[in-house]
């Protein structure tokens, strides 16, 4: 399913302390919206998990003064807002305020992946972030924006 376009639309929902998995909308196709949704209060992210051309737009993400929680097998758990692996990406307009997240739960979350889209086709693997547009997000009171930041530019950069 994740190089299949799924043309699906998420939008005008209220997800508020989902704290059962580690990505709250976990999107595994391409050409989806994502917009207009608010996600408050909880320990997870929404996650650009597998699949290409997908667009996160319009949408709150509030940590809401939610603490740094600890899991059952006792891990840290903290708030965050989205995590992209895959291509040609849209993340834009969208606002996010009071996380603690750190790497993988910061405010935007870019990674090197562990496989190169068209050098491996095993569907299990989290594939770079390539050609990611992000534009005109607000991040307000995040605690890691300086890392998140720094992160976004230098992958930018070598993409």
């Given at each position: ?56 737009e319009s949408n709150y993400f509030l940590g ?21 692996y895959g291509k040609d990406h849209l993340i ?68």
């Amino acid at each position: 399913m994740s190089l299949s376009s799924g043309y699906t639309l998420v939008e005008h929902n209220l997800f508020e302390d989902c704290d059962g998995d580690p990505e709250i909308v976990s999107v595994k196709s391409c050409d989806n919206i994502i917009r207009h949704n608010t996600f408050r209060k909880s320990y997870d992210t929404l996650s650009l998990r597998h699949g290409n051309r997908n667009r996160v737009e319009s949408n709150y993400f509030l940590g809401d003064g939610k603490p740094i929680g600890t899991s059952p097998a006792g891990s840290s758990l903290y708030t965050g807002g989205i995590r992209i692996y895959g291509k040609d990406h849209l993340i834009i307009n969208n606002y996010m305020q009071g996380f603690n997240g750190t790497r993988w739960d910061a405010p935007i979350t870019l990674t090197l992946g562990d496989a190169i889209d068209g050098q491996s086709s095993n569907l299990s693997k989290h594939f770079r972030a390539e050609r990611v547009t992000i534009a005109y997000n607000t991040l307000v009171d995040n605690e890691q924006v300086s890392k998140s930041v720094l992160i976004i530019m230098v992958i930018t950069i070598k993409t």
